[in-house]
């Protein structure tokens, strides 16, 4: 696997790939705590599969992998996968999981990404879209990459969760960045997320050219009631991640073959 080589443009693309380092220091404790947490083993990605479907022979790209446990989902379902991660202490971990069963490569996803048009028939994007100040282009390559009539199935940070975290509470209308530290394992890593008001998420997906199918608000699996008693009832009382689902329409005008 390659590591990004382009110097950075900016000071803010210079603090971003300082996050995506981050990420190569701590990605054995964010991995372990990732797998079977709360949050994201039983409400995350169970909603992702669900929104998928059968997803048997399907081509699908996920975007911002990580480690892999949604590709390794996506794959024991019957789909042949793709994975790319800004972080390749995140990808290393992911081929110990998937093997040389999926295709894994380093990409920023704000960049032109490695794959021909229309190459997938789906596109994965789960928790990663709020790392990006400006959507715009990401999405607009995601759709490239899609075929017509393929999905891009994303999850966020829900924008009403997102403009709580903070004291006094910016301008709901304005897409503003917040900070904080994630600590996995007694490791400490400053992140910064971009929070935006649920128009702008979806006037993004329209100018990209997709169609917007899904907004969900799933809840946690239930099984998770007996595992974690304490945290259960509040995740499933209280909205926490934003899931929507959208197509690229089969016959628009300028659709990738």
């Not at 995506?20 to 990732?34: C, K, L, Q």
Request: charged share 25%; net charge negative; proline share 7%.
């Amino acid at each position: 696997m390659e590591r990004l080589t382009d110097a950075p443009e900016s000071l803010a693309q210079s603090a971003d790939l300082a996050q995506v380092n981050d990420y190569d220091r701590f990605a054995e404790a964010y991995s372990a705590e990732n797998e079977n947490n709360l949050v994201n083993a039983y409400y995350e990605r169970p909603a992702m599969m669900a929104l998928a479907g059968d997803v048997a022979g399907r081509r699908i790209l996920d975007a911002g992998c990580g480690s892999g446990p949604l590709s390794a989902a996506l794959r024991d379902r019957g789909a042949v996968v793709t994975g790319i991660d800004a972080s390749a202490g995140m990808l290393a971990l992911a081929r110990q999981r998937l093997g040389d069963d999926v295709a894994l490569h380093v990409a920023d996803l704000r960049d032109r990404l490695p794959f021909d048009d229309g190459a997938f028939d789906d596109v994965v994007a789960s928790l990663v879209l709020h790392y990006l100040e400006d959507w715009g282009p990401t999405l607009a390559e995601l759709r490239r990459v899609l075929r017509p009539g393929g999905r891009l199935i994303a999850s966020v940070d829900h924008p009403f969760v997102a403009y709580t975290i903070q004291d006094p509470r910016p301008d709901y209308s304005a897409t503003t960045s917040y900070g904080f530290d994630w600590t996995f394992n007694g490791q400490s890593a400053p992140m910064k997320f971009w929070r935006r008001p649920l128009h702008a998420m979806t006037d993004a997906f329209t100018a990209a050219g997709f169609r917007l199918t899904t907004i969900s608000e799933p809840q946690p699996d239930p099984a998770a009631r007996e595992l974690f008693p304490d945290d259960f009832h509040a995740l499933s009382t209280k909205t926490c991640f934003l899931f929507f689902v959208v197509e690229v329409p089969p016959s628009a005008a300028g659709s990738y073959e």
